[in-house]
Nanobody, 121 residues
Framework: QVQLVESGGGLVQPGGSLRLSCAAS????????MGWYRQAPGKQRELVAS???????NYADSLKGRFTISRDNAKNTVYLQMNSLKPEDTAVYYC???????????????WGQGTQVTVSS
């Protein structure tokens, strides 16, 4: 089937940086949009950033200028560079992909298992 596997989370001090990666694997015919969401304790999951296969990006207004999303279509991988991190960025970060499976020939949304990002001194 299809799997999304995130990596790169961890503990970082305020003002620090982290780079998250998410690789999609399995029976994939094509991937359109990929993105990152996050969910802090007691809060709803929210969009962080998304990117189309052509490279068009969309960011949560509050994160513009600090976070940068990019992707490598050849590797079916999306990245999130996070700079100037703040304690309020602490959350589980989830990868999301809208893709067409080569086994089912159906397009649907897939989620990764999530990676914890903790910003604390």
């Amino acid at each position: 089937q299809v799997q999304l596997v995130e990596s790169g989370g961890g503990l970082v001090q305020p003002g620090g940086s982290l780079r998250l990666s998410c690789a999609a694997s399995g029976r994939i015919f094509s991937i359109s949009a990929m993105g990152w969401y996050r969910q802090a304790p007691g809060k709803q999951r929210e969009l962080v950033a998304s990117i189309t296969s052509g490279g068009s990006t969309n960011y949560a207004d509050s994160l513009k200028g600090r976070f940068t999303i990019s992707r490598d279509n050849a590797k079916n991988t999306v990245y999130l560079q996070m700079n100037s991190l703040k304690p309020e960025d602490t959350a589980v970060y989830y990868c999301n992909a809208d893709l067409l499976s080569s086994s089912t020939l159906m397009r649907r949304n897939y989620w990764g298992q999530g990676t914890q990002v903790t910003v604390s001194s």
